[in-house]
C-alpha cells in the first residue's frame, strides 16, 4: 500500500468521523436542557405562554425547564425497576431507577409546566391534584406489578381452546345419510 493510499485513508476516516461527531453532537445538543449556542438561537426559552395553565407559575407549581442536579439517588428507593417523584423539585421531575446505566439518579424526566408527578397514579397531573409532600409515602406502589409499569408483570395461566360445539364438526355422518 503507497503512502498516498493510506493517506487518503485516514483522511477520509477523519473526515467520516468529524460527520459522525458532528451529527451526535447536534441530537446531543439538548441534553439535559442545555444546548450549543448555535442551536439555541432558534430556541427562546425566555417565553412560555402559561396564560392557559391555572395558577401563578413559581408559586403553586416549579417551572424547569431541565431536569435540576438534586440529592435524589436510585439507591435510596424501596424497588428497582420503578418509578420515582423527586421532591427536590416540587415533584416536577421524576426518575426511572432500573440497572444503573443511567447513573445514580435513573433516567430523568420533566413533567410539563404546571403538572407534577403523581407517585400515586404513576403519571404528570395537574399541579392541584398532587399532594407532593405525600410522594414518599407512595414509593412502596412500584412493588405493585399491577401499578408499577416497570415491574415484571406476573403469566396469566392460558386455559384450554375449547372447540365450540358445532354438530356438523361433531358428527358429520348425520349429514351424509
Not at 83 to 109: K, L, P, W
Not at 120 to 146: G, I, P, Q
Not at 152 to 175: C, D, F, G, L, R
Amino acid at each position: 500500500m503507497s503512502l498516498k493510499t493510506i493517506i487518503t485513508v485516514v483522511a477520509v476516516a477523519v473526515m467520516c468521523c468529524e460527520t459522525i461527531n458532528g451529527a451526535l453532537k447536534q441530537r446531543q445538543a439538548y441534553y439535559n436542557g442545555y444546548s450549543d449556542g448555535h442551536v439555541q438561537n432558534h430556541k427562546d426559552e425566555s417565553h412560555q405562554d402559561l396564560s392557559k395553565v391555572p395558577g401563578t407559575p413559581g408559586v403553586d407549581y416549579p417551572i424547569y425547564h431541565a431536569v435540576p442536579e438534586t440529592n435524589f439517588n436510585c439507591k435510596d428507593v424501596p424497588y428497582a425497576p420503578g418509578m420515582y417523584a423527586n421532591v427536590e423539585t416540587g415533584c416536577q421531575a421524576y426518575h426511572i431507577c432500573h440497572d444503573g446505566r443511567e447513573g445514580h439518579q435513573g433516567a430523568s424526566f420533566l413533567c410539563t409546566n404546571g403538572t407534577l408527578f403523581n407517585q400515586k397514579e404513576f403519571t404528570c397531573d395537574w399541579w392541584y391534584n398532587v399532594d407532593c409532600s405525600k410522594a414518599t409515602y407512595y414509593y412502596e406502589l412500584n412493588t405493585d406489578a399491577t401499578k408499577n409499569p416497570f415491574a415484571p408483570k406476573p403469566k396469566v395461566p392460558e386455559e384450554p381452546y375449547k372447540q365450540p360445539y358445532n354438530n356438523y364438526y361433531q358428527s358429520p355422518k348425520q349429514y351424509y345419510l
